[in-house]
């Protein structure tokens, strides 16, 4: 006589998936808290209204702050769809992406440094992810940071053969300007194919814009894209720039040469240490190339620093886990906000607040200084065969 044994096939909730449920409703209850004001997210609303109704594009301001267009006419035509739908469901929708978009992110981070990533681990990678503070912020003021980053790493972690790739980095450009740091990259890294196709794209965002916003277009190229106070002051607490740090650190809100000097030196060693890193590591090349963008950059807020989330990837590929909790507890820590940031009060901090004040900057320097030490050097011949027979991530990581 045959027994058959029926057994429980109800699925079970991992801890994994329990942890990023109580992390989005943490997140979700801070937001309603706070009254997520989403400040970026109503200037990209006001901007697609602009499209739709034929007002100047380049002549309102929005919110408490006061806070201008400031990306150029082809964003604010891929905007237009914002200015449907009621302010609620925008939030919602903005939230809801961003949060999907941090998955992708740490997806596309693993693949980018080759770091196994099964969907339990996926899962708390979003849970503790959400809390990184660029990651945060982001969320909080509907920015597009993570749409942006995802493009760009997508598409500079195709294969060199790829079909179109550059194409979405060139659309990113076209779409913050910021991103076309990669394109100097492609370029200074001999891949041409790649920047060719980039820089077509990016030219076609601009004519895109001209023909749909002529005027506007104009206004843009010709003046906004330099006028760097529309986006904002470059001294307070959370642009974290290196001439942010500058100008905290002399007091001054506008440090001129202090500043220009040693960016245009700073641009120029960390472009030339990615077109020398990139033989022995395009991933490490990519990096260096971005955390020298955020350094060199007027202002980088710090929702502009998503850029920490590959870092960490490729820091707990290559085995540097206790590195990686110290870079992680950065970008988690919040020192800047702890500090008095009203008014003015950013400009006369006593010194030993100022590392307190710029860590992503000292981060991003110390960063581009140990690379400077890593790669610098001429690679033994007997570690380059070490790598090939074990595989190990530390000497490639292929991005075309």
């Known amino acids: 006589m045959i027994r058959r ?26 937001c309603l808290a706070r009254r997520i004001p989403m400040a970026d997210t109503l200037v990209y609303r006001a901007e697609g209204a602009a499209v739709m109704h034929g007002t100047d594009l380049y002549g309102f301001t929005v919110t408490e702050w006061a806070l201008p267009a400031t990306y150029p006419p082809f964003a604010a035509i891929l905007f237009v769809p914002t200015a449907w739908l009621p302010l609620p469901a925008l939030k919602f929708v903005f939230v809801a992406g961003n949060a999907l978009l941090l998955a992708l992110l740490i997806h596309h981070s693993a693949r980018f440094a080759r770091l196994p990533l099964p969907c339990p681990l996926l899962y708390t990678t979003v849970a503790v992810g959400l809390w990184l503070e660029p990651v945060f912020q982001t969320l909080l003021f509907g920015q597009i940071n993570l749409a942006l980053i995802c493009l760009v790493l997508w598409d500079l972690n195709r294969p060199a053969t790829a079909l179109g790739k550059g194409f979405a980095l060139g659309v990113a450009a076209g779409v913050k300007i910021t991103p076309g740091v990669f394109i100097v990259h492609l370029l200074l890294t001999r891949q041409l194919r790649a920047a060719a196709t980039a820089l077509a794209s990016f030219t076609g965002t601009v004519l895109l814009g001209a023909l749909v916003l002529p005027s506007a277009s104009i206004a843009f190229w010709t003046r906004h ?55 022995r ?25 998503v850029w920490c989330v590959p870092l960490l990837a490729l820091l707990l590929a290559e085995g540097r886990t206790r590195l990686a909790l110290a870079v992680a507890a950065v970008f988690t820590a919040r020192s800047f906000w702890v500090l008095p940031h009203q008014g003015d009060l950013d400009l006369h ?52």
Do not use: M
């Open 281 to 305: 590591s395009p991933a490490w090349s990519l990096l260096v190339t971005a955390y020298t963008a955020l350094l060199v950059s007027p202002i980088s807020w710090s929702h502009h620093w």
């Open 5 to 30: 044994t029926v057994t429980n096939r109800t699925p079970t909730v991992t801890s994994p998936g329990v942890l990023l449920t109580v992390s989005a409703l943490a997140l979700a209850a801070l």
């Open 349 to 400: 901090l006593p010194w030993w607040q100022q590392p307190l004040a710029a860590p992503y900057a000292l981060l991003a320097l110390a960063l581009l200084a140990w690379a400077a030490l890593r790669f610098g050097r001429p690679e033994h011949p007997c570690s380059r065969l070490v790598g090939q027979r074990t595989g190990s991530p530390r000497t490639s990581v292929p991005l075309g």
């Open 225 to 279: 894209l330099f006028e760097t106070g529309r986006v904002g002051k470059a001294w307070i607490v959370d642009n974290q720039s290196l001439q942010g740090l500058i100008a905290r650190a002399l007091g001054d809100p506008a440090p001129g040469l202090a500043w220009l000097v040693p960016a245009a030196l700073l641009a120029a060693g960390g472009l030339w240490l990615a077109a020398r890193v990139h033989a």
